[in-house]
């Protein structure tokens, strides 16, 4: 058997067990004194400086912490959210969670409160976690139990005795529940289960290559999966430390927190590589392994990425569903030249083909998917798998060469990638045609002008009787701020077309590639 087939078959039977214990494998066996985390902030004068978490802090922290929730009636499967930004409370209230054998449900920070409450509601979440700016978007959510971070939340913790056991839910249990972009309808659940740890533990160590002696950058937000399976929970899983940037993205703060920390493994969307190569601002950056994910990037960003980092940025792929299933690997017993538009071949333990012209996963040849279904939405699931139940369709087009290099197409869902957001144009429509004078819109992605941001958010709006064309601009604002504040700021349309109707087929189908042509 080979190295790569032995780690796999050990993980497989570790985080799969049915006595695998989420607090054990996330934390309490590591060196407490090793550090989990270094949380980076930036200065007005552009210094970064950062506080560091150790393993130790984050058990201790977080068997008080149990002790607090379980005082509120969290038990084992409760579904818990946080909606936190990157701070120390985040890590700790995760690990609490799951010391109780509860779930963490994440709420990405630029929520407003129509995106969160149908995560609430959906979940059945028992108690959300946040901090004192996230508060008064959960105010409109009645009944619901808050627990905010602040001098109350730390006296709460270090006033509680430790929590004696952790909970085992075993490799089936459910250790996260998240939500897709809801590209064909709403968000749908995906419940994540202990036994995925083999596949995040196998994309960090394969597919990124980060060693022990990295200092080891995902740039993606926690509160999507992403950077919550490859930002929080990998590094955990393998005792790497992670840095966590608190403060907005900007090309100039990215570069000084590569220069303060020495980073040399980063990975983020291909938004953030375009904007530091339009920028100017990267001088004097060594990387070890770029790596990227999002979206598909383009061959001209990897030839940047070599000629500044020193290194290709090697380009992977995943879905919320699967986690990372194909890439540009890094780790010396997979890695493999790149091919210019390829984002690579299949991670060890992924069987992947292309199947209808879509590309697929063998659930029944993939020791390593872990994907059951959509949270009591088994029509969805249905339609996901083909009828034998064997092949797990992704939704997105493209092809594979003789060698096993997958080539990305299209998204059959029509999703908008902005910014490394994958943005379900449902969502915005179902928040657009609340406005009184709107009564048909469609929502496409159309590329990035300035060439940033991958795809915007355009808008194409139908008006009610007696709307006038020089109402069209006062209303093209209310309609972004409808979307900016009352459902998420990075899904906002950043312009609104007024059109006299929409193009759709005799079923009533709105034909959205007509709109993406204009």
Known sequence: MSDVAETLSRWLQEYGSPGANAAELLCDRHDPAAVAFRFVDVAADGDPSCTTTTYGDLAEGSRRLATALAGRGIRRGDRVAVLMSKRPELVLTLLAIWRLGAVHVPLFTAFAEGAIRLR???????????????????????????????????????????????????????????YTSGTTGKPKGVVVPVRALASFHCYLHHGLGVTPDDVYWNAADPGWAYGLYYGIVAPLLAGRANLLFRGNFTPASTVAVMRTFGVTNFAGAPTIYRALSKSGAVEGVTLRRASSAGEPLTPDVVAWGEKTFGTPIRDHYGQTELGMVIGNHWHEDVVHPIRDGSMGRALPGITADVVGGQIAI?????????????????????????????????????????????????????????????????????????????????????????????????????TAAGVTADRHQALAGELQALVRDGYSRHAYPRTVHFVPELPKTPSGKIQRYLLRDR
Do not use: N
């Not at 108690?127 to 508060?135: G, H």
């Open 362 to 462: 063998d659930a029944t040849a993939s020791p390593l998917f872990w994907f059951a279904g959509y949270h009591e939405a088994p029509e969805r699931t249905a339609e996901r798998f083909t009828g034998d139940g064997r092949w797990y369709l992704t939704g997105d087009t493209g092809r594979v060469d003789p060698d096993g290099y997958f080539f990305f197409a299209a998204r059959d869902d029509d999703v908008i990638l902005a910014a490394g957001y994958r943005i379900g144009p449902f969502d915005v429509e179902s928040v657009l045609i609340t406005h009184p004078e709107v009564t048909d819109v469609a929502v496409v992605g159309r590329p990035d002008p300035e060439g940033i941001r991958g795809e915007v958010v355009e808008a194409f709006v139908v």
């Open 120 to 178: 609430v509601e959906s979940a059945g979440v028992r108690l959300v976690v946040t901090e004192p700016a996230e508060r008064p978007k959960l105010d409109a959510l009645d009944g619901l139990d808050v627990l905010v971070t602040g001098d109350a939340f730390d006296e709460l913790v270090a006033g509680s005795r430790p929590w004696a056991d952790a909970e085992a839910v075993g490799g089936d249990g459910a250790l996260l529940q998240l």
